[in-house]
C-alpha cells in the first residue's frame, strides 16, 4: 500500500529519470556516481515528498534537489575529484541490405559520434555554472524554472545562459560551418 505522504509523487516523479541522469552524469562526469546521484536525489524526494506542494513544477522541484545534493557531495569529497570517460556508442547491426548505403551510414555514425564526443568535452570544459543551466535549458526546462532549480533571479538565468552559450560556442568554433 503507498505511503499517504508520498501520495502520487513516486509515480511521476520516475517520468524525469532520464533527464535527471543526463544533468547527473554531466555534473559528476561519469555513470556510475550520476546513477547514485540519481537514487539519492529519489531518496531526498521521497523523504521530502510532503514538503512539495501539488500543482507546482515537480520537474523543477527534482533537478532542485539534485543539483544540492550534488553540492552537498562536492563539498564532502573536494579532495577526491572525479574523473569521468565517455561513454562507448553500441555498434549498428547491418544486415545484407545496400552495402553502399552501409557504408555511408557507418561513416555517418562514425562523424556523429566524433561530433558528440568534441560537444561533450567541450561542456564538460565550462564551469560547473555553466554546463549545469545549459543542460537545463537543453532539458526543456524555462528560464524561471531554472532560476528556481538554481535558486537565482531569472535575468540571472538569461545572463549565465548566454555567457555559457557564447563559451561553448567558442570551444566548438571549429566545428562551425
Known sequence: MPDPAVGDLGPEALAYA???????????????????LVQETYSRALGSAGQFTPGTNLKAW???ILRNTFI????????????????????????????????????LDRLRKVMAEEI???LMML???????????????????????????VGTVKSRLFRARAALRALL?????
Open 72 to 107: 552537498s557531495q562536492y563539498r564532502r569529497q573536494r579532495g577526491n575529484p572525479t574523473v569521468g570517460g565517455l561513454d562507448t556508442v553500441a555498434p549498428i547491426g547491418y544486415g545484407p541490405a545496400d552495402v553502399g548505403r552501409a557504408k555511408d551510414e557507418v561513416e
Open 18 to 36: 532520464d533527464a535527471l541522469h543526463n544533468l547527473a552524469r554531466y555534473l559528476t562526469g561519469n555513470d556510475t556516481d550520476a546513477e547514485d
Open 120 to 122: 561533450e568535452r567541450a
Open 127 to 153: 564551469a560547473e555554472d555553466a554546463r549545469t543551466v545549459i543542460l537545463l535549458d537543453l532539458e526543456g526546462l524555462t528560464e524561471v524554472e531554472v532560476a528556481h532549480v538554481l535558486g537565482c533571479a
Open 62 to 64: 527534482l533537478f532542485r
Open 173 to 177: 568554433k571549429d566545428w562551425k560551418r
